[in-house]
C-alpha cells in the first residue's frame, strides 16, 4: 500500500480503505459526509429518500447466491436473478480482513448477499410535473429500481432501453399516455433521439440539490487526487482532506487491458448525465444509458462518474474511467469547477477547471 495521503490519519486511511466507511473526522474540518448505501445503514438516505423508506437491493449481475453467512465459504442458500429486487435489513461484515470489500447485506430471511452486486435501492413514486419546461429541459433522476423506457407514451410499445435507479435523464415535455397517466418525454442524449417513462417513475432534481459546493474557495486550493493502488478518491481544499470515496478504476477484462492513465488532468467538461456506449456489449462492451454526474478529463472520454451497473468499490472493474457511487460522484460534480448552470446540459471549460492527479 502507498504511504496514506496528506490530510488522512494512518488509522482513518485504514477504515476508509479496509472497511469503505464514510463521515471520518478529520482535524479542524469533517469528512464529507453523504449517503454511500455500500457501507453501512445506519446513515441518511440519498436525497428524495425519506428515512423510513425501506432499503432495496437490485441484483446487477446474471445472477447471484445468497449465504447463511456474510461470506463465500458459508452455505448457499438461493439463487437470485438480474434485475430481482429484495429488502435489506443490515450489513454485515466478511470475517476475512484482506478482502477489499467486507460488506455484505442481511435479508428478511436471514440470508446474506455480497454487496458487490447489488445496487442499493428505494422506490419513491412522484407526483407528475405537467410544465412549464425550460428550452432544454429539466433533469430528472430515476427513483425506482428500474422503469422500463418505450418508444412512444404507452406500455404496449416497444421497450427501447431499462433505466436503473440513481439514473439522470433529461425530461422536455409531459405527455398524456395511452394508459391515462403522465409520462416524460426524454432526450436520448447519445443518439439525439426520444423516449418515453411514466412520469411516476422520474423524480425531477431541484436546483438546491445540485447548487455548488464550496463556491468560497478559490479553484486553486482545489484538487482532486485519484489513488489506484489504493482504489480511493480524495478531495483536498487548501490541502486538507474535505471528501474521500473508494473507486474502481481501470481493469483487465475478457476483452482487453483497459488502465486508466496516471498524470494531470482537469475536469475541463462536465455532464449531469450521459448516455456511454461502446463496442459488443457480449464482448466486455457496454451501452449505459443516463450515467450521472460525469466529469471528463480527458478528450478520449475519461471520466469520473457515477455507477449504477455495479456497487463493488475498492477494486479495478471499469473501461478506464473512475467509477464512483452516486452519491460521491454527484459530490464531486457540485464541488468541481466549471460549474454546470441548472437547466444546462453541459458545461465545457477549460480555463476555469479543477485539478485531478491521478497517482499509483
Not at 448505501?37 to 445506519?42: E, G, K, M, Q, V
Not at 484482506?98 to 419513491?124: H, I, K, M
Not at 418515453?196 to 417513475?201: D, G, L
Not at 454527484?330 to 437547466?343: A, H, I, M
Request: charged content about 20%.
Amino acid at each position: 500500500m502507498n504511504d496514506f495521503p496528506r490530510g488522512l490519519t494512518r488509522r482513518d486511511f485504514l477504515k476508509l480503505s479496509g472497511l469503505s466507511l464514510m463521515g471520518l473526522l478529520l482535524p479542524g474540518r469533517p469528512l464529507s459526509f453523504f449517503f454511500d448505501p455500500s457501507t453501512s445503514l445506519r446513515t441518511s438516505p440519498e436525497a428524495g429518500a425519506p428515512s423510513q423508506t425501506i432499503l432495496q437491493g437490485r441484483i446487477a449481475t446474471s445472477y447471484l447466491w445468497a449465504y447463511n453467512a456474510p461470506s463465500n465459504t458459508g452455505k448457499r442458500v438461493k439463487m437470485y436473478w438480474r434485475d430481482l429486487i429484495v429488502n435489506i435489513v443490515d450489513t454485515a461484515f466478511d470475517t476475512d480482513t484482506t478482502a477489499y470489500n467486507r460488506v455484505w447485506y442481511e435479508l428478511e430471511d436471514g440470508s446474506f448477499l455480497y454487496s458487490g452486486w447489488v445496487q442499493p435501492v428505494y422506490t419513491l413514486l412522484n407526483d407528475p410535473f405537467i410544465g412549464p419546461y425550460p428550452k432544454d429541459g429539466l433533469l430528472g433522476e430515476v427513483s425506482v429500481p428500474f422503469t422500463d423506457a418505450h418508444e412512444f407514451a404507452d406500455p404496449a410499445s416497444k421497450v427501447t432501453n431499462r433505466m436503473y435507479y440513481a439514473t439522470t435523464h433529461w425530461i422536455l415535455s409531459s405527455i398524456l399516455g395511452a394508459d391515462g397517466l403522465v409520462w416524460y418525454r426524454l432526450l436520448e442524449d447519445k443518439f439525439k433521439s426520444y423516449y418515453f417513462v411514466p412520469a411516476k417513475h422520474v423524480r425531477l432534481i431541484p436546483a438546491s440539490e445540485i447548487a455548488p459546493l464550496s463556491p468560497d474557495v478559490p479553484n486553486t486550493d482545489k484538487r482532486i487526487e485519484v489513488h489506484l493502488t489504493d482504489q480511493i478518491v480524495l478531495a483536498y481544499e487548501a490541502g486538507r482532506v474535505v471528501f474521500a470515496a473508494r473507486a474502481a478504476s481501470g481493469a483487465v477484462l475478457r476483452s482487453g487491458t483497459y488502465t486508466t492513465p496516471t498524470g494531470s488532468f482537469v475536469t475541463y467538461h462536465k455532464r449531469p448525465s450521459r448516455h456511454m456506449a461502446a463496442g459488443d456489449i457480449t464482448a466486455s462492451g457496454f451501452d449505459l444509458p443516463g450515467v450521472p454526474w460525469v466529469l471528463y478529463i480527458t478528450d478520449s472520454g475519461m471520466s469520473i462518474h457515477g455507477t449504477y451497473w455495479h456497487n463493488d468499490f475498492g477494486h479495478p472493474r471499469s473501461h478506464g474511467c473512475i467509477n464512483l457511487s452516486p452519491s460521491a460522484s454527484k459530490w464531486l460534480y457540485r464541488w468541481s469547477l466549471p460549474s454546470v448552470k441548472f437547466e444546462e446540459q453541459y458545461a465545457f471549460d477549460r480555463t476555469k477547471a479543477t485539478t485531478v492527479n491521478i497517482v499509483k
